[in-house]
């Protein structure tokens, strides 16, 4: 238990989930050794003490674990979702359980999604953790009276940072923040290696369906879709990229996979993966083209890449087809199914990433979050310089862990290989 944690009342599904949300959070914590050591760091150093941390993640046993290393540090902790779909409710009562501060329950309206994004925020937060820029978007938009007492804030996704870019490009973002998804140790693994295994475990689980011999439609060539497009691969489909991008369409095809318009692709593809962060990726253009029993799903941050909005108008029946897949029958009698209301299919319809995956990821978090509280009167507060990468001594120090923890070695240079590369 947290008791440094303040007297606000959580909301929440139902408290007494707690012991199930437990059990998942405790099996993370084995396999989550980067958080391990820096919680055993922070409990010794309090680097949060007296900071108040508003926390908006997909909340699930990762990110509770996240959440304890933080209160851990000192931290007050005020916690919600960032996906409707992917809170689950008995870790949120796991963290009450402990002490902390939580506002999320699955399934939530767009109101009460937006009540729990507003719950954090109004306590005044000193540092913000965002995945998306909810948070970052509320505070601006809404209690631009709170915005002088925010040390920074860190973002964990492309989606986010684009946005905060947005804003930055405006001068219009108020304080710094700390782009966790640009460090090596995320993007590299967390979205290549952990997204292209949610993906497929959130698909096949839901759809119980082979892959091999089917093809597969990846919208979008960064981190995210190469790591979708290699599961793929792997697991025996016939993959076909579309992309806006010259360059990454050329490695698409230098990786072996076909690459065309979505146009093109409607008529083709078996499975669809939008993976962009752009809107109306997949729309009434592409729905008709496509083969009777295609299936469509989301692995980007918002629900608007696959246009299911305009699905539902134009569609002349929709029934659930199955836990967490409804299909939609169209005028020329053919029927598409999409997975998890096009939200995120790793989350909404699985587990998310791979507990060793957000341990790296994770560890970022904290260690910015940490970077933010040492460095709160010498960081950079000037209007369009407010975005900050990850130091480089971070992202080594989180390699550096993780390789030690798998028992790898590797070599270093000698003073005079440095100099030869150097010249010092």
Avoid at 96 to 101: A, Q
């Amino acid at each position: 238990m947290y008791h440094n944690q303040s007297a606000m009342a959580s909301e929440i599904r139902n408290t007494a989930l707690w012991e199930s949300g437990e059990l998942k959070i405790e099996w993370v914590r084995r396999h989550m050794p980067l958080l391990d050591g820096l919680q055993k760091e922070f409990t010794r150093t309090q680097p949060f003490k007296g900071l108040k941390i508003a926390l908006s993640v997909h909340l699930e046993a990762k990110t509770a674990h996240l959440c304890e290393v933080l209160a851990s540090g000192g931290a007050e902790m005020y916690i919600t979702g960032s996906n409707p779909l992917s809170t689950q409710d008995d870790i949120a009562a796991a963290l009450v359980h402990e002490g902390l501060n939580v506002f999320a329950v699955h399934g939530a309206t767009p109101e009460e999604y937006e009540s729990g994004i507003r719950r954090v925020i109004e306590i005044g937060p000193d540092i913000i953790i965002d995945d998306g820029g909810d948070l970052v978007n509320m505070i601006h938009s809404n209690f631009p009276g709170l915005l002088p007492k925010v040390i920074g804030g860190c973002e964990e996704t492309t989606t986010g940072i684009l946005r905060l870019q947005n804003l930055n490009r405006k001068k219009a973002l108020k304080f710094p923040m700390m782009l966790v998804n640009d460090a090596a140790c995320k993007h590299f693994f967390d979205n290549r290696y952990g997204t292209g295994q949610s993906v497929w475990d959130g698909i096949n689980r839901t759809t119980n369906l082979i892959v091999a011999g089917k093809s597969v439609v990846v919208a979008g060539y960064g981190w995210c879709g190469k790591g979708v497009a290699m599961r793929a691969k792997g697991l025996g489909a016939k993959v076909i990229i579309t992309e806006i991008d010259p360059i990454k369409a050329m490695e698409a095809v230098m990786d072996g996979f076909s690459v065309m318009t979505m146009k093109q692709a409607a008529s083709e593809g078996d499975i669809f993966v939008t993976v962009t962060g752009c809107d109306d990726v997949i729309t009434n253009e592409h729905f008709p083209l496509m083969k009777d029993g295609a299936i469509l799903c989301n692995a980007g941050h918002f629900d608007c890449e696959v246009a299911v909005a305009q699905l539902r108008k134009t569609a002349i029946g929709e029934a659930p087809a199955r836990n967490n897949i409804t299909g939609y029958k169209l005028s020329n009698g053919r029927t598409i199914y999409v997975i998890a209301e096009g939200r995120l299919v790793n989350l909404a319809a699985g587990d998310g990433h791979p507990a060793e995956i957000m341990d790296m990821s994770f560890a970022i978090q904290a260690l910015g979050a940490k970077y933010l509280a040492d460095h709160r009167d010498t960081i950079c507060r000037e209007p369009g310089k407010m975005l900050n990468n990850i130091p480089e001594e971070i992202d080594r120090e989180v390699a550096f862990r993780k390789l030690k923890d798998w028992g790898v070695e590797i070599d270093t240079l000698t003073p005079e290989q440095h100099k030869y590369l150097y010249g010092e």
